[in-house]
């Protein structure tokens, strides 16, 4: 072979590999394209079939050889037509795709999209057909469909906007809202329709928060086509590219105008009963003040009457009022106390107390009560209890008071058991169980759904026999809730009621009392005589705790035969026993019949405290006496007396145990004290109580005259009052505290602004402390101690006004003063009568003239506080015609109004009582 044929022989040889190596090429590529590919012949039937096909068909290529396309298409004269027609269309020609549905071998059908090609070869003409399995497409076509209809016909509006905020599509709640159709806002920009000028800031927001790729909510003040505004509340969220930029942005907001405009209405509705609120807080305030003020006046003075000699009818006639200046100050302080409540002012406090100290004074309130009702009040309280706990003893001995107060009330005979039973016992942690249970009317089951309700009591018939304000329960309720219990109530009709809730109080730690008597009274053994059975399994439980040995019978009689037989070293009897025997017989009789080797010690129970009852027990041979309800100090105070071998009576009541004590002032009696303060009886009663007690005390009737009289004279401790004329106390305590000398000095309010609120602004203007009016005594007394440093000796200051002088006759009446009358306020005190006209002839004789003066300067509001002070001073002088023309001028003052006649009458008037004022103190 030459060379020329070896070249073309070469030159063959490598098209042939060229054309094996495209030919290998292709099928490669055929075999793993995607989608179902076929070569089928002129009569469309498969002559190939590619890997896929066999994936996407569930047939092997066998299967598949020379079948026809037809057979694997669902209604193929339908779809066949169709791709044959393709295979015609020119190369470059559009198109070329059929969808339809095929069939999988397993029945299941297949939505696809069919390509198909027609070539002429050197073999002849064959047709290429490709088949895609679109499932995936179709569903997804399918979702858009859906969200499209979603989105065109949701209730939300929708905006969908390019990357530069202009608008590309608006649903058709957008134009219903709005009233611009699609041309209006296609093609503009989103930030035309909003309101930029006063939401400016959130529109900026709104876009640097979407360019960053976050979704941003808020609201804004759109417009809509009639310019009229409406609010949008809007959720606007980024569409991103792959590669994190931004896209599009679809907007997704309601018209919430109709909600905005509600807010407002509630805002301003919220703002008016803030403004109510106040306004109630300050009249509470106002009327606190306002009531308190005369009414510490007529609990002071009645204390302080009390002292002094009085026959029997005139006591009776003071403790009535007392007790009824008490009751009225229980309900002032019920009101003050359900408003601190409802306005979550009222705040508890943590201090360790004892449940003793807790029930005393429970005892102090309502034990008289009870003995006037002749019913037994009687304490239930285990002796295994902590000496010592912590919480706020003030509140719960507000919360049993009060249960114990409706028991009181509600029942007629029989007994009131207060009871304490430990439920369980941590570390440091006991739970207890409070129980008030009587033997009373009872409740009627319908009404103790309502029983807790501000205002509603059970008897609430006009006729109503019981009284009370309503609000007690209310408050045990809130306070029991707010120590962190839960407050119950059971009842029977005529059977009586029980009232229960428990409490987790921390205990604090303590040397129990009890040991002390271990030693006095360990296996000795006692008699309990008492009718009543609750009282006797009490006072065993208590003795029991000490160690004695018990036993109780229910009559004098039985109390003898049981004595007579057995050899017991303490007999406690209860004075009212029934059958034929008190007490106080029994006691007689054990000592002057019963011939006994030893005569047991004898110590009377009883719950009535009568003055002439101790020297009757002594006659009979009592060593002692236990007042009930009866306290676990008590009963060990009255063992121990009766039982130290070397003991010896000092013939003293023991009653007095039981007796409010004064503190020791030792340490600060000759303690100078300002008292600032405008009200004349108010001066009095103050100043008379600390005098009783050695103190100095000076007087400043206002802020202005304290800070004068504090620049000469050095003071102990200031009481200031509030509201008082020329400088209130507020003012005059921050001068004070400006001033280096006096930031040290104790100034301690004195007010009948009683909320906790007046109690803070005491302490936010620099006061150390704050004292409620009416004063208590004992209160009062302990705030002295707390802030007067101790003196080093002990000093008596002696008082030019001493609590009683020699009986004055006054007459009946004299011109402007209806002595009588004013004598009978002050229970015929003659003494502090002249005291007070002394005081009134001081401070008003020259009111008239201050008066003219604040006229002239057409200073009103002062004149009107003046004509206020003399009309109060004058009802309590008696002085009637004065009190009429001061009511008269403050009234006209108050409103404006300057009438001569009512000025010159004011005039007349004060004139005429100050020359019967002089008069009576020239006697």
């Known amino acids: 072979m030459n060379s020329e044929e070896s070249a073309l022989s070469q030159d063959q040889q490598n098209r042939e590999i060229t054309l094996a190596n495209m030919a290998s090429y292709y099928r490669v590529l055929l075999e793993n394209v995607p989608d179902a590919l076929f070569v089928l012949n002129t009569e469309w039937k498969i002559t190939f079939a590619n890997t896929w096909a066999e994936e996407i068909f569930g047939y092997s290529r066998e299967d598949l050889d020379l079948r026809s396309l037809a057979d694997l298409l669902i209604q193929p004269t339908q779809a066949m037509p169709k791709i044959q027609e393709i295979t015609l269309l020119p190369p470059d020609g559009q198109g070329r795709s059929v969808e339809c549905f095929a069939r999988h071998q397993s029945g299941n059908v297949l939505p696809v999209e069919i390509s198909a090609v027609r070539s002429q070869t050197s073999q002849g003409t064959m047709i ?12 997804a076509e399918q979702t858009m469909r859906k969200l499209s209809h979603a989105v065109r016909f949701s209730s939300a509006m929708t905006i969908i906007a390019d990357r530069n905020g202009c608008i590309e599509y608006v649903n058709r709640k957008f134009t219903e809202v709005t009233g611009f159709v699609e041309e209006d806002v296609c093609g503009q920009q989103m930030v035309q329709f909003y309101q930029t000028d006063s939401t400016n800031n959130a529109y900026e927001e709104l876009w640097e928060t979407v360019t960053v790729g976050q979704e941003w909510q808020g609201e804004l003040q759109a417009r809509r086509k009639n310019n009229q505004d409406y609010w949008a509340r809007m959720l606007v969220a980024p569409v991103l590219e792959d590669n ?15 909600q905005k405009q509600y807010e407002q209405s509630l805002h301003e509705a919220m703002e008016a009963a803030k403004a109510a609120n106040a306004a109630k807080s300050e009249f509470l305030a106002n009327m606190s003040h306002e009531i308190r003020t005369p009414l510490n006046a007529v609990i002071g003075l009645a204390q302080l009457c009390i002292q002094t000699r009085l026959n029997p009818q005139q006591r009776d006639y003071l403790d009535k009022i007392a007790s009824s200046a008490q009751s009225l100050l229980g309900i002032i302080n019920d009101i003050l106390d359900f408003s601190k409540i409802e306005a979550n002012k009222l705040e508890l406090e943590e201090t360790n107390f004892s449940l003793d100290s ?24 285990p002796p295994s209890l902590p000496e010592q706990l912590v919480g706020d003893p003030l509140r719960l001995g507000q919360i049993l008071t009060n249960l114990t107060n409706n028991a009181v009330k509600f029942t007629e005979r029989g007994e009131v058991v207060i009871a304490v039973e430990e439920l369980e016992r941590a570390t ?20 103790l759904s309502q029983l807790f309700r501000s205002f509603t009591q059970v008897d609430s018939s006009t006729t109503r026999k019981y009284g009370g304000t309503g609000l007690g329960l209310a408050i045990c309720k809130r306070l029991v809730e707010m120590m962190g219990g839960e407050i119950r109530v059971q009842s029977t009709v005529h059977q009586g009621t029980s009232f229960s809730f428990e409490l987790s109080l921390r205990m604090a730690s303590s040397r129990p009392v009890s040991r002390q008597m271990i030693a006095n009274c360990r296996n000795l053994r006692a008699l309990i005589v008492d009718d009543n059975r609750t009282s006797c399994q009490i006072l065993e439980q208590q003795l029991q705790a000490l160690e004695l040995q018990t036993e109780s019978v229910h009559s004098g009689e039985e109390a003898l035969r049981r004595v007579g037989r057995g050899a017991f070293d303490l007999v406690l009897i209860d004075w009212r026993l029934g059958g034929g025997m008190d007490g106080i017989r029994t006691a007689k009789l054990i000592g002057s019949e019963l011939e006994l080797e030893k005569l047991p010690k004898l110590l009377l129970v009883t719950a009535y405290g009568r003055d002439d009852l101790w020297p009757r027990a002594q006659q009979a041979g009592v060593g002692g006496m236990l007042i009930k309800p009866i306290q676990k100090l008590a009963l060990h105070t009255a063992l121990n007396n009766l039982l130290q071998p070397n003991a010896e009576s000092d013939g003293t009541d023991p009653f007095q145990s039981n007796k409010m004590t004064e503190p020791d002032l030792s340490k600060i009696r000759g303690s100078r004290i300002l008292l600032v303060e405008d009200n004349e009886l108010n001066q009095q009663l103050a100043t008379e109580l600390l005098r009783q007690r050695n103190f100095a005390v000076d007087v400043a009737p206002n802020g202005q005259e304290a800070l ?5 004279q050095s003071y102990d401790l200031v009481l200031m009052d509030v509201q008082m004329p020329v ?9 004070l505290r400006r001033l280096p000398q006096f930031k040290e000095l104790p100034i301690i309010a004195m007010t009948a602004n009683a909320l906790h609120t007046d109690r803070e602004q005491a302490l936010e203007v620099g006061m150390n402390d704050h004292i409620p009016k009416p004063i208590e005594l004992q209160l009062l007394l302990s705030k002295l101690l707390q802030w007067i440093p101790p003196k080093k000796n002990e000093t008596t200051v002696s008082t030019n006004q001493p609590l009683e002088s020699p009986p004055k006759e006054l007459p009946a009446n004299v011109p402007g003063l209806a002595i009588a009358t004013a004598l009978n306020r002050l229970n015929q005190n003659t003494s502090l009568y002249l005291r007070l006209l002394d005081v009134f002839q001081r401070n008003q004789s020259n009111t008239a003239e201050k008066m003219q003066e604040l006229l002239a300067e057409e200073n009103l509001v002062e004149a009107a506080r003046l004509a206020h002070t003399l009309k109060g001073i004058a009802g309590s002088l008696g002085a009637k015609g004065l009190e009429t023309a001061s009511r008269t001028a403050e009234a006209q003052l108050r409103e404006g109004n300057v009438i001569p006649d009512s000025m010159a009458a004011l005039e007349k008037e004060l004139k005429q009582v100050l020359q019967a004022v002089a008069d009576l103190l020239a006697r």
């Open 128 to 139: 290429m057909v490709s088949v895609r399995e679109i499932s995936a497409r179709k569903q």
């Open 244 to 258: 994190g930029d931004l896209s599009s942005v679809v907007v997704m907001q309601e018209d919430i105008t109709v």
């Open 358 to 381: 807790v029930f005393k004074n429970v005892s102090t309130m309502l034990s008289i009560r009870a003995l006037e009702k002749n019913i037994e009040l009687l304490f239930d309280v």
């Open 428 to 447: 440091d942690i006991i739970r207890l169980r409070f129980t008030v249970r009587d033997t009373g009317i009872g409740i009627p089951a319908e009404q």
């Open 708 to 712: 004068n009289v504090l620049r000469r």
């Open 727 to 735: 400088m209130d106390g507020y003012e005059a305590t921050r001068f």
